[in-house]
T-cell receptor, first 113, second 113 residues
């Protein structure tokens, strides 16, 4: 079945460092891909998404490109801030189910000043 | 953006008792709500899809008689863990869908002693 694998955390960075959180997926057809972020004490929020191959999702300085050839959707940010500290979840929605989201395990990011 | 609340945020109960968790969409009507469960260092796992006015659809392996779901109105869905046992201790997250996106609640941590 469909699945998402993302790197384990925590990822610890200094402010202004470059961030990469790896995410790979297994799915039939052409899934949509998402990154969600969960700040402490809050619900998951959609950070960005891509719905077809080679699409790039971007928001708040974060980017991720839908790579079908490598089945990946890695999250990147050029310069992280302390306020980016949160848990990041990669997820997919399969081609044939418009509601069901399949999540990775989440990666905790800690950014220190 | 849209807000989804959950109550309670944390609950501790004795083994054998039942626990009810509420999920509310605060500023929109949600015909569909979802219940997820998350174990430490694991993915969010979809438990069931709750449709207003009809029976919930449970994922494979989820006991519908143990995890009772009621979606009586367009803004409220409840999950009742019946005869809870220590293995039911987990983090339960709901989400609600409007035509544009899914919005997640902050989660409820259940500890069964």
């Amino acid at each position: 079945g469909d699945s998402v694998t993302q790197m384990e955390g925590p990822v610890t960075l200094s402010e202004e460092a470059f961030l990469t959180i790896n995410c790979t997926y297994t799915a039939t057809g052409y899934p949509s891909l998402f990154w969600y972020v969960q700040y402490p004490g809050e619900g998951l929020q959609l950070l960005l998404k891509a719905t077809k191959a080679d699409d790039k999702g971007s928001n708040k300085g974060f980017e991720a490109t839908y790579r079908k050839e490598t089945t990946s959707f890695h999250l990147e940010k050029g310069s992280v801030q302390v306020s980016d500290s949160a848990v990041y979840f990669c997820a997919l929605r399969g081609s044939y189910n418009t509601d069901k989201l399949i999540f990775g395990t989440g990666t905790r990011l800690q950014v220190f000043p | 953006g849209a807000v989804v609340s959950q109550h309670p945020s944390r609950v501790i109960c004795k083994s054998g008792t039942s626990v009810k968790i509420e999920c509310r969409s605060l500023d929109f009507q949600a015909t569909t709500m979802f219940w997820y469960r998350q174990f430490p260092k694991q993915s969010l796992m979809l438990m069931a899809t709750s449709n207003e006015g009809s029976k919930a659809t449970y994922e494979q392996g989820v006991e519908k008689d143990k995890f009772l779901i009621n979606h009586a109105s367009l803004t409220l869905s409840t999950l009742t863990v019946t005869s809870a046992h220590p293995e039911d201790s987990s983090f339960y997250i709901c989400s609600a869908r409007d035509p544009r996106a899914q919005y997640f609640g902050p989660g409820t941590r259940l500890l069964v002693l």
